[in-house]
């Protein structure tokens, strides 16, 4: 299942953003148990994954963005968000939206953070 990711944009560092994941074609009772992840791929690097969250709201992140970034979910609108603030030039990259373990890719969305 597809799942779509918005809310990118040009930002200064030091700034802020709130990415969005919806899953539009996944019933509630499939998407609230699954464990959900923001990933991003920056230019010339692989992908990674940024920050995750169980269907219990269990959450762990890559270190990089400790204290900066907050995953959360609202499994009524079927729904995942990524706060990120205090964001930095090393934060540049697509952001995606997917499963972890990670399934099918959909689109998704670009932060730019300039110095």
């Known amino acids: 299942v597809q799942l779509q990711a918005s809310g990118g944009g040009l930002v200064q560092a030091g700034g802020s953003l709130r990415l969005s994941c919806r899953a539009p074609r996944m019933i509630t009772s499939v998407f609230s148990p699954l464990t959900m992840g923001w990933y991003r791929q920056a230019p010339g690097k692989q992908r990674e994954l940024v920050a995750a969250i169980t269907g219990a709201r269990n959450t762990n992140y890559l270190d990089s963005v400790k204290g900066r970034f907050t995953i959360s979910r609202d499994n009524s609108q079927k729904k995942v968000y990524l706060q990120m603030t205090s964001l930095e030039p090393e934060d540049t990259a697509v952001y995606y939206c997917?499963?972890?373990?990670?399934?099918?890719w959909g689109k998704g969305t670009l932060v730019t953070v300039s110095s």
């Open positions: 997917n499963t972890d373990p990670p399934g099918q």
